[in-house]
């Protein structure tokens, strides 16, 4: 009995995952249609009713929003795209984060763009590529280095030093893109508040689009790191990576 149990189980669980497959797909179908009419809020509810959305329907999305001028759920969506498709973005997912970028930061700065492609680069690659690197430094450190002649190993020390460092940093970056710890603030000028409640200071107003790591949760509050600042901001005004 147990056996046809499980059998029966089975096969409704595949006939349920079929059907659930055809109504993705019909509905995807139908936002396409809808992105090639130019329709692109009709496009966009469409791919909301996604269940399970692949990397191209968050690209997608993104493309959507940032038609109809919705440019920080746009650069969401697009960081998104980028986290599911597990590599470093390319071809129309490079154009979209720099267009919604430009459409977000009228004048961006070099060091902003360099940390916007050096960002993009540590949420796109995967995770075990840094540890790979880390750990072939380290090794590289220990073995090869401490071999070397007296005249060369303080400079290829020290810089073999800076290099695990760097790597180091990604590294611990990307555990917490991996935690899904960034997010995008949706709303214009934020309130960045001193504790996690309406009645506390308001520090500064954070501009929509601008991306944030999130350090805890309390309530409807996220104490969030703005560059280099913390505070709070309420948990409905900013959209999670």
């Keep these: 009995m147990h056996v046809k149990h499980l059998v029966v189980c089975a096969l409704a669980l595949l006939v349920s995952r079929v059907c659930a497959s055809d109504a993705s797909s019909n509905v995807r179908a139908e936002a396409y249609e809808y992105m090639a009419r130019?329709?692109?809020e009709s496009a966009h509810a469409h791919f909301e009713q996604l269940g399970e959305k692949r990397a191209i329907d968050w690209l997608?999305?993104?493309?959507?929003?940032?038609?109809?001028?919705?440019?920080?759920?746009?650069?969401?969506?697009a960081l998104r795209a980028?986290?599911?498709?597990?590599?470093?973005?390319?071809?129309?997912?490079?154009?979209?984060?720099?267009?919604?970028?430009?459409?977000?930061?009228?004048?961006?700065?070099?060091?902003?763009?360099?940390?916007?492609?050096?960002?993009?680069?540590?949420t796109g690659l995967p995770l075990g590529l840094f540890q790979s690197f880390f750990l072939l430094f380290w090794f590289l450190f220990f073995f090869v280095v401490q071999r070397l002649p007296g005249a060369n190993?303080?400079?290829?020390?020290?810089?073999?030093?800076?290099?695990?460092?760097?790597f180091g940093v990604m590294l611990v970056t990307k555990y917490a893109v991996v935690r899904r710890r960034y997010?995008?603030?949706?709303?214009?000028?934020?309130?960045?508040?001193?504790?996690?409640?309406?009645?506390?200071?308001?520090?500064?107003?954070?501009?929509?689009?601008?991306?944030?790591?999130?350090?805890?949760?309390?309530?409807?509050?996220?104490?969030?790191?703005w560059g280099s600042r913390y505070g709070w901001v309420e948990i409905a005004k900013i959209g999670r990576v």
């Excluded at 993104?62 to 969506?77: G, K």
Aim: glycine fraction near 6%.
């Design 38 to 40: 130019g329709e692109y």
């Design 60 to 77: 997608n999305q993104s493309i959507c929003a940032s038609q109809t001028t919705q440019y920080p759920v746009a650069l969401l969506y």
């Design 82 to 122: 980028q986290r599911v498709w597990g590599i470093a973005p390319f071809g129309p997912l490079w154009h979209q984060l720099d267009a919604v970028h430009a459409q977000l930061h009228d004048v961006p700065t070099i060091s902003h763009h360099v940390m916007q492609r050096l960002q993009s680069l540590i």
């Design 153 to 166: 190993r303080c400079g290829i020390r020290l810089l073999s030093l800076v290099v695990i460092t760097f």
């Design 183 to 225: 997010a995008v603030i949706l709303s214009r000028n934020t309130p960045l508040r001193s504790g996690p409640g309406e009645g506390f200071a308001r520090q500064a107003a954070v501009p929509a689009g601008e991306q944030v790591r999130i350090e805890r949760e309390l309530a409807d509050f996220a104490k969030i790191r």
